[in-house]
């Protein structure tokens, strides 16, 4: 946009980097130190871009054939000779570690507005063991019908934690808790601010409020020790029935131990899960089940 204020005369082409001059195994090892992750940079013989794209695509979320775009535009020169921009234009380009940063940011910020849900229903029910795979996230998501308004079918999600438990396998939460205690976690001690009530950055076990919408929404961030980054959401909508409530885990994995350990856990976590959504009680004493017209696993 820039450009478009210069003169005339000085139309000419321009050569745009950033600050720093580096390799790209030096982009993905900042990378992977942005993300917590430990990566080892392994040199081999001989490695066609071919062979590169088919590997690329078989341990990240990217295609072979979008791979094999990517490792061919290697061999075109990218490094800045001519500094010219500096001097005809205001901007200054940001530096490595900066736009990694404000990368990952905006990502995570995309991600929490995109209505994923929205996308996959427009497409009928995808079934696949394991979860829904949304770039390197891993989603598990299902709903149930309550025949209560939002404003009672939100009130015992509001209150799950803490000296009122889990309302399900609540010895699996607590021996989970003990788990990431051991390994210098926080794990259940923290409980909860207030038994009824919550807002946004409240400590809930090992979990911290993210997002608190009154009677519609609360955004669970993980904050016990895991190989990756772990959220969990419930929403209470209201329809003609009543109300339907949407419980959803999502999994940022950190490599293959965190792929390890999403898949070796989700049994127990699919078990878990969907007993949770299906026993939350009514009154808050906990003994008065909702009225339910059925459970729709919408997502494996």
Not at 31 to 39: D, S, T, V
Not at 43 to 72: E, F
Request: charged share 20%.
């Amino acid at each position: 946009m820039a450009a478009l204020m210069l003169p005339e005369e000085q139309c000419r082409a321009f050569e745009i980097g950033g600050t720093d001059q580096v390799s790209y195994g030096q982009i993905m090892q900042e990378y992977a130190w942005q993300c917590g992750l430990h990566r080892w940079m392994i040199p081999v013989p001989i490695l066609t871009p071919r062979l590169s794209s088919l590997w690329l695509g078989l341990i990240t979320p990217l295609y072979a054939r979008i791979g094999r775009k990517l490792i061919d535009s290697m061999r075109n020169p990218t490094l800045v000779h001519d500094t010219s921009a500096l001097t005809a234009f205001e901007i200054r380009p940001k530096g490595l570690r900066e736009a990694i940063e404000r990368a990952l940011h905006h990502e995570d910020q995309e991600f929490a507005l995109t209505s994923w849900c929205d996308a996959l229903s427009s497409a009928g029910k995808p079934r696949s063991w394991g979860g829904t795979k949304f770039g390197t996230r891993l989603v598990d998501s299902r709903t149930v019908q309550v025949s209560v308004p939002p404003a009672s079918a939100f009130a015992p999600i509001q209150r799950i934690g803490g000296l009122n438990g889990w309302y399900f396998a609540n010895v699996l939460w607590w021996f989970r808790g003990a788990v990431d205690l051991l390994v210098g976690g926080v794990g259940l001690r923290r409980g909860r601010r207030d038994p009824h009530t919550l807002s946004a950055g409240d400590a809930l076990d090992f979990w911290r409020v993210e997002t608190f919408v009154p009677d519609h929404e609360l955004g669970l961030v993980a904050e016990m020790k895991a190989p990756g980054r772990a959220w969990l959401h419930f929403e209470v909508e209201a329809n003609s029935q009543g109300s339907v409530i949407r419980q959803t885990a999502i999994f940022d994995p950190a490599g293959l131990a965190g792929l390890l350990y999403w898949y070796m856990l989700y049994p127990v976590h699919r078990w878990i899960s969907a007993e949770c959504s299906t026993r939350l009680p009514l009154s808050q004493d906990g003994g008065q089940l909702f009225p339910r017209s059925g459970h729709d696993s919408q997502f494996p």
